[in-house]
């Protein structure tokens, strides 16, 4: 059960029902109404903004809207009372009594509780990491890689058809660059000392293994040939050695994306010129000039009569390059071919997960599917701000097999990956992470991985003893299903119980607004409501989970802490962190 969901349709018959008195105009529209938590816990169960957001069109005060509905809601079983507050929100008590109806419906769905169709099938194409394959991805990588599968499977949760997809970037100068570097440790495996790698090339020895498979499959034969020869060579082993190990770096953090597109495939299947020339017959291409943008000017500006993208027609700041003077293609093309490749795909919405660094594409991506759609498709960008590394405090700068950078690898070799993810998804992506490998391996309250999994486990423990104490069947999920919710009557159960109901919530609202950290903060809370009752039972022995001289409300508590183990699993599993049983 969604107790929002539920109460909102309440809500919405209510008004109905005053709009067929003619209290409220016939034609009121009352999708706009909400209901949801109040800031408050003491103003009430649940609260909605009706009297707010119907006040301009019914002509009315917001308060004499709210104290209408109040008037009429007060009729409807569940509904204790019904306060009017402020300018015109109106505060809900539910009756004690509606509070077992959740946790039966909660335990009755159990791993599917928190999941809906609000999606109703919408396909959305999420595209994230898609890192140069030019060396392992690095902690910046990270964070995208983290916060991008856990949005899909939010969005999953919530009924959306969801591909998870890669651009390789496979195409310009940096695999050139690539292709150079690796024949440069391709000598090296034939036992050349090629002394310290000159400036431009990529240093990492992570590019042994390619020089030491291209020996292994063209012996010295590449040393004969001209560099005209052995590039593209060179090039294809390096791509896809750097995308092996981009695939594996990213299965150490559980994630696996269903599609990984080639941006060389653009080049080579001539959608790039295709999509130019698409553009053209829409009118949103033509000759002309731009002027340098205001601060650093970009390298693919040029003074020059050029083929334009009518960019400004759909909300950018200035029309885009389509050709370089040369003729060939800008890298904007390319980015243009691609999401009309998505939009041919059946997408309905695009999501772009970028480094905070790319904040300059946002308009001119949604001014490309503006024009390739007629606004029928979505275009979202979702910045990650940079994570920096800290031990004990202390900045953590360099990685052995890197040379230069931190990599993802070496983060998650190090703390694991289930603590990687949680504590990337406790920040909003758009805000700076500080990721301290002293903090995030603590055990304690600090510590929100640690202390939102150790809910997980003690809970666990409880059915572990349970069991041993009062057998498999008592534990059976039949016989925790004839519990009777009513018994919980201690302060500290109600709390849960109420946190309980919001978890549908959570998710929906994180899905719809791309912000997995939501469902992490309300884990946090869930986990530390949670200790605090079991430090309560602690210190009143009348507050325990299993007393033997009380049976019913023992079955009444471990159903509720069932309940709560499927709330923490299920939203440790969206966010892609595993549920420990022992800790």
Avoid at 475 to 492: I, K, M, Q, W
Wanted: charged residues 25%; aromatic residues 8%.
């Amino acid at each position: 059960m969604n107790l929002f969901t539920h109460f909102g349709a309440v809500v919405r018959e209510a008004l109905a029902a005053l709009a067929a008195r003619g209290v409220l105009p016939a034609d009121s529209d009352f999708s706009k109404v909400v209901v949801e938590s109040p800031r408050d816990p003491s103003h009430g169960d649940i609260t909605t903004n009706a009297g707010m957001v119907l006040a301009k069109s019914a002509k009315m005060p917001p308060r004499e809207i709210a104290e209408a509905l109040a008037g009429e809601l007060v009729t409807y079983a569940d509904i204790a009372g019904a306060e009017v507050a402020g300018p015109g929100f109106l505060n809900l008590r539910l009756e004690l009594s509606f509070w077992p109806k959740v946790l039966s419906s909660a335990l009755e769905l159990g791993d599917g509780y928190g999941r809906s169709d609000y999606g109703a099938g919408r396909k959305v194409n999420v595209e994230f990491v898609s890192a140069n394959p030019t060396g392992p991805l690095h902690v910046g990588h990270c964070r995208g890689a983290v916060f991008g599968d856990a949005l899909a499977n939010l969005l999953e949760e919530t009924g959306h058809a969801v591909t998870r997809e890669y651009y390789i970037n496979d195409a310009g100068s940096q695999v050139d660059t690539l292709a150079r570097s690796a024949y440069l440790r391709y000598r090296e495996a034939l036992g050349e000392d090629i002394g310290e790698i000159p400036s431009g090339l990529y240093p990492g020895d992570y590019l042994k293994p390619v020089g030491q498979a291209l020996v292994a499959s063209h012996g010295d034969s590449l040393l004969e040939q001209s560099e005209q020869d052995w590039l593209p060579v060179v090039k294809n082993v390096a791509i896809s050695m750097m995308m092996d190990l981009i695939r594996s770096d990213l299965a150490a953090l559980n994630i696996h994306q269903e599609v990984f597109f080639s941006e060389k495939s653009l080049h080579a299947n001539g959608l790039i010129p295709e999509t130019v020339e698409a553009l053209r017959a829409r009118d949103v291409v033509y000759e002309g000039r731009v002027p340098p943008p205001k601060g650093q000017v970009p390298e693919d500006w040029e003074d020059r009569e050029q083929t334009l993208f009518r960019a400004t027609d759909f909300g950018d700041d200035i029309d885009r390059p389509l050709m370089k003077s040369n003729g060939d293609y800008t890298y904007f093309a390319a980015d243009v071919a691609y999401a009309r490749n998505k939009i041919e795909r059946g997408f309905e919405e695009l999501i772009y997960v970028l480094g905070a660094d790319h904040g300059g594409y946002v308009k001119r991506l949604k001014a490309v599917a503006a024009a390739l759609s007629a606004g029928r498709v979505e275009l979202i960008v979702r910045l990650c701000q940079l994570v920096k590394l800290f031990r004990g405090g202390e900045p953590v700068r360099m990685s052995k097999r890197a040379g230069d950078f931190v990599t993802l690898r070496d983060v998650v070799d190090e703390v694991g990956g289930d603590v990687v993810r949680f504590m990337m998804l406790y920040r909003k992506n758009d805000a700076p992470l500080d990721f301290d490998f002293q903090k995030v391996t603590e055990q304690s309250r600090e510590n929100p991985v640690f202390y939102v999994q150790y809910a997980h486990a003690r809970i666990c423990s409880v059915f572990r003893n349970a069991a041993s104490e009062l057998g498999d069947t008592f534990v059976s999920p039949e016989n925790l299903a004839t519990a009777d919710f009513g018994l919980l009557e201690d302060s500290a159960e109600l709390v849960l119980v109420r946190r309980i109901s919001e978890y549908p919530k959570i998710v929906e609202a994180a899905a719809q607004a791309h912000e997995p950290h939501r469902l992490s903060f309300y884990l946090y809370d869930l986990a530390s409501e949670f200790h605090t009752l079991w430090n309560r039972g602690k210190e009143s022995p009348q507050l325990r989970f299993i007393l033997n001289d009380r049976m019913h409300v023992t079955l009444a508590r471990l159903a509720l802490l069932c309940v709560i183990r499927y709330v923490l699993g299920n939203g440790l599993r969206v966010l892609g962190v595993r549920p420990v049983e022992e800790m």
